[in-house]
């Protein structure tokens, strides 16, 4: 029994020492780990350190414009309707003919019409040898209200133009005002577009309009300013707004009547602007400079912000350089997770490009081409 216990105390010593250095181990392997972090980290802090923030100066068009939008109309159009109730007996053109204004398009039956009328002429002769001349005068009169008869059993072109649609054939039997087809002239195009009540003083007679069509991709027309109403008027929206007309004289044979169209009317020229963060400008003594991170130049510049996080370039700089910052943005918790997002973007820095500047109003955007867009930072290697 002895020696089982002496046994049973050997064991527990060799189990006690494979636990000391069991944690032993643990502990060492941790405290290695800890120190590789903290290398790591401080190795990680230094290179930032030596980071350099780069911008890319841009070059952008700026758009002063009021965007619009609608359909576009034939310069005029005729509803061919019947102007009286009667039988078709004859029709003189189909869709797509070419007519003169005065040119018969339809013909209803005017038996009784003409009848009237040469009854009417016989009595007038036999009055005009017997009769008193007040009642000639009457009958004259009289005359005139037949002959509109006769003349509204015939629909007649208004206006030199193109049978767009026509659905009718002699026997059918028409009621007054009924629609049998449509008389276009196409000689130009006509629009009615929305403008905000703010963008009514920028118009005037004349402005170009630069219109888009979706069948016509990639390629503007253009067209022009021709008036607006003296008053407004509210949209089911609430929105108070006057309806300006505009007018496209020459258009490709793709764009049709009743085609939609997005388009700009053009308040003032597009202006090419050069522009870069703010933050990569610096100061002595009250003059700019900025600093070239390929050479390490340091180079005077011209400049006037443009809206929060921008500068506008006016001399010094064409637009590609890539500059070294010469300020950091203010630090915010919103500013932080922004900077964590890809691509590393500062507040306002991106979206400029085919955005809306800052202050330009309703009707301005900017289109940003060259460089990196609206200049945002990137770091060496990146």
């Avoid at 006037?304 to 890539?322: I, T």
């Avoid at 010469?326 to 691509?343: D, F, I, K, L, T």
């Amino acid at each position: 029994m002895m020696r089982n216990f002496n046994r049973n105390i050997i064991m527990e010593r060799k189990r006690k020492k494979r636990s000391f250095f069991k944690a032993f181990f643990i502990i060492i392997f941790i405290l290695a780990l800890t120190g590789g972090g903290l290398f790591a980290a401080r190795k990680f802090l230094a290179e930032k350190k030596t980071e350099k923030t780069i911008y890319v100066v841009s070059k952008e068009v700026y758009e002063n414009v009021i965007e619009v939008s609608g359909t576009v109309a034939a310069a005029k159009e005729q509803k061919l309707q019947a102007l009286s109730s009667g039988t078709v007996t004859a029709v003189y053109v189909k869709a797509g003919d070419k007519v003169k204004a005065g040119d018969v398009i339809l013909q209803l039956d005017d038996t009784d019409q003409v009848y009237n009328l040469a009854k009417h002429d016989f009595s007038m002769t036999t009055t005009r040898i017997s009769g008193a001349a007040r009642e000639v005068k009457l009958m004259e009169t009289e005359r005139l209200a037949l002959l509109r008869k006769v003349s509204d059993r015939k629909v007649t072109a208004t206006f030199d133009g193109v049978i767009a649609a026509l659905d009718v054939a002699v026997g059918d039997s028409l009621e007054a005002k009924d629609n049998v087809g449509t008389l276009v002239n196409t000689d130009y195009l006509t629009a009615e577009v929305e403008v905000a009540e703010t963008d009514v003083p920028k118009l005037v007679v004349g402005q170009p309009v630069d219109f888009t069509f979706s069948v016509y991709k990639d390629r503007t027309v253009k067209g022009y300013v021709v008036s607006w109403p003296a008053i407004g008027e509210v949209t089911s929206r609430g929105a108070t707004v006057v309806k300006a007309k505009i007018r496209i004289d020459e258009y490709p044979p793709e764009i049709l009547p009743n085609f939609s169209f997005t388009g700009k009317i053009q308040i003032s020229p597009p202006e090419e602007n050069v522009i870069v963060s703010r933050y990569a400008v610096g100061y002595d003594n009250g003059a700019a400079f900025v600093v070239l991170a390929k050479t390490n130049e340091r180079r005077a510049v011209t400049v006037k912000n443009y809206g929060k996080d921008y500068v506008k370039v006016l001399s010094g700089l064409e637009g590609g350089e890539a500059l070294i910052a010469q300020s950091e943005p203010p630090v915010s918790g919103w500013n932080r997770n922004r900077s964590a997002m890809p691509g590393g973007a500062m507040p306002g820095m991106g979206g400029m490009s085919g955005g809306k500047m800052p202050g330009s109003g309703s009707g301005g955007s900017s289109k940003g081409s060259g460089g990196v867009p609206g200049g945002m930072p990137r770091m060496p290697g990146k």
